[in-house]
């Protein structure tokens, strides 16, 4: 009879912990957190093989030769464009991490394990600085969204060309580089529906792979836009009930 009764209350006790552990888990935060790694690795590991695509499609069908010197060519600007995906790759993974932190210490659990939380000026004053870098980057992100288009409505002029290549036969359709700026102006690279390398262009997978993967990777950042929103307004939350209520019991469990 003894041995039940302490086998019940250490069920109860076991309970109560897991009861305890879910509900000082940050589940706001924990979304934008997936949702901002998901996002970044979804543009950063797309974008990196796009643009290796497009290097690709411009040398093969294009015609479009490296320079010799160090130029600042369209191959150079791909190589600067893949070095910062790297840092980008890095700096928000360390930028989830702060997040989740950051969410955790705005719980109920802090007060629940280790006493009543008391928010001082130097925790009002990183809180604030943290919502006002998340701001920054989401607006960054806005500006990635939207420049990660430019590719996509590119390739799409082009993909949707070779879709309804027949229906072109009588006409001859020209791509110019350099009206997309890739080329100077005194280059002339134009591709013709005509041409035999833009039939060989629509009937490898490179282009069909290259304008899905830029597809990609602008979801990818519309994905982080979306993690940016939704992390400013927990942070903003939680900045103003814990700077409201520090002095009194309440502790946000957002």
């Known amino acids: 009879m003894e041995e039940n009764m302490e086998e019940g209350q250490t069920q109860k006790g076991c309970s109560e912990c ?10 706001a935060s924990l979304i934008a957190t997936i949702l901002l790694y998901a996002g970044v690795a979804l543009f950063c590991g797309c974008g990196h093989e796009a643009l290796s695509g497009t290097v690709t499609i411009l040398q093969t069908y294009f015609d479009v030769v490296r320079s010799p010197v160090d130029a600042l060519d369209v191959f150079t600007m791909i190589d600067i464009f ?3 995906i790297y840092g980008v790759a890095a700096a928000f993974f360390v930028y989830g991490i702060l997040l989740m932190v950051e969410g955790f210490f705005t719980t109920g659990a802090i007060r629940d394990l280790y006493g009543d939380f008391k928010i001082t000026t130097c ?3 990183v809180s604030a600085w943290f919502i006002m870098l998340t701001y920054i980057f989401m607006l960054a992100w806005l500006g990635v ?4 288009s430019l590719p996509v409505f590119m390739y799409f002029n082009i993909w949707n060309t070779c879709q309804n290549n027949t229906l072109v036969d009588s006409s001859s359709l020209c791509f110019d ?3 997309f700026g890739i080329v100077s102006i005194g280059e002339e ?3 013709c529906t005509a041409s035999e390398n833009f039939i060989k262009m629509c009937e490898s997978n490179e282009l069909d792979l290259t304008f899905h993967l830029f597809v990609c990777a602008l979801a990818g950042a519309g994905a982080a836009v979306i993690a940016m929103v939704v ?11 814990l700077t409201s209520k520090s002095t009194g019991r ?5």
């Open 18 to 27: 897991c009861l305890k552990c879910l509900s000082g888990i940050p589940y």
């Open 82 to 84: 893949k070095y910062v």
């Open 123 to 125: 925790g009002r004053c």
């Open 145 to 148: 969204t939207a420049f990660s």
């Open 177 to 179: 580089l350099r009206q």
């Open 189 to 191: 690279k134009r591709l």
């Open 231 to 241: 992390a400013v307004s927990v942070l903003i939350r939680n900045h103003v009930i």
């Open 250 to 254: 309440y502790c946000t469990r957002f």
